[in-house]
Structures are given as C-alpha cells and as structure tokens.
C-alpha cells in the first residue's frame, strides 16, 4: 500500500498496530505490515539521510483481512466473547448483524468488568440513565442504539489496552482527566462518535511515543 506524504506503522500488543499514512491513523493487525530488519541502502550521493527500517508489504488481500479479522477479536473479546453471544462472530457483518438483533443483557455485565466501571458509570459513557441501564439488565436483549454505542465502548476499551499496555494502565487513563481532550477524561467524551474519534486519535499519539 502506497502513501505519497509516506507511512508510519508503530506495532502494538495483542496483535493490534496503528499505522499512519499522511497524517491519517488507522488501527490494523500486527501482520499489516512485516518490518524485513533490512536498511534501506545510503544514497549514491553521499548525502547522510537517517536510514529506517525497510517494510516488505505482504499481499494486500491477506493482510487487510488479518487486520479486520484481529480488531474484531479484540472488540468481541471486551464484550465478552462469542460465547455471550451464542453465535460465531468472525466478521464486521456478524457484529452489525449483532447489533442490530440487540446484544444479550449479560454484556453489560462483561463491559463493566473489562473496563472497571460501575453502573452508574457505564450509563454516563453511553449517556443512558442508570435506572434504564438497570432495566436492560434484567431484560434479554438490549435495543440496538444500546448495543452500537457499547460497541463504541468496547472498541475504545480494547485500543486502550493495545496503547497502553494492559488492562490497569487502561482503564485509569481512561478515567482521568487528559489536557489533549480539553481537559475532560476519555470515558466522558465517548457518548458521541465524534468524542470517540478524539479519543482515538489521543491513543495513536500514545502509540507512536507522545504523551498524552
């Protein structure tokens, strides 16, 4: 895959990269790219360019679908697996299809616990109240603008833990007030997508060695 502003790829744990392109992050599997260990060669010229690591792309085909399919894990695994859910989960198609159905109430149950919220706080992350919340618990299925922004939720929750390392690390900075989100912390500008996105964004910073 080609950039003309160039590509930046910072490898994460759990088989999880963000890679940049023109100041575009994406979050992709680990095997997006494959780092050879090869330099590239000094000009020619003489002139002293700092050498990087060489990147041999593998097949396009295989590697994006690696990327999708590892996010995927990560994000199901945060919302408890497939076995919460009773049905196989490999695709993007599975999981809309999950939403839409409206995911089991044991997931709230899973959330909280992968992210060490309590309810209340949890209802703030999705701008729900906390007695709705509750209801959703003792219910079957959770309605589907429930389900996609716990999805959110878990999407978030699982690039922290790539970022940041393990799950403690994650979920206290997520709590915490961060100056690159004016001030506010993460878990509390999630309740809209856009918020999410700004999130995101803070994490690729992370990942690619800023402090944030």
């Excluded at 088989?15 to 790219?33: D, I, K, N, P, T």
């Excluded at 940041?164 to 994650?170: K, P, Q, S, T, V």
Aim: positive net charge; proline residues 4%.
């Amino acid at each position: 895959m080609m950039c003309a502003a160039g590509s930046v790829r910072v490898k994460l744990k759990g088989g999880l990269a963000f890679s940049a392109c023109g100041g575009v992050r994406f979050l992709v599997s680990a095997s997006f790219w494959r780092t050879s260990g090869r330099r590239r060669a000094r000009p020619s010229n003489g002139s002293h360019q700092p050498q990087v690591p060489y990147l041999d792309a593998a097949p396009f085909g295989a590697t994006m679908s690696d990327s999708m399919a590892s996010e995927l894990r990560a994000i199901v695994d945060e919302l408890g697996g497939e076995a919460v859910f009773g049905r196989r989960l490999k695709r993007d198609t599975d999981l809309q299809t999950a939403i839409r159905e409206g995911f089991p109430q044991r997931v709230i149950e899973e959330v909280m616990e992968a992210a060490d919220l309590s309810i209340k706080e949890l209802a703030a992350c999705l701008d729900l109240s906390p007695r709705s919340l509750q209801r959703r618990r003792r219910e079957g299925r959770l309605a589907r603008y429930e389900s996609d922004r716990i999805y959110r939720l878990a999407r978030i929750v699982a690039l922290a833990k790539s970022a940041l390392g393990n799950r403690d690390a994650a979920t206290r900075w997520l709590k915490r007030p961060n100056r690159a989100l004016g001030g506010k912390a993460p878990l509390t500008v999630i309740d809209t997508e856009i918020g999410a996105r700004a999130v995101e964004n803070v994490l690729g910073r992370i990942a690619f060695g800023g402090v944030s």
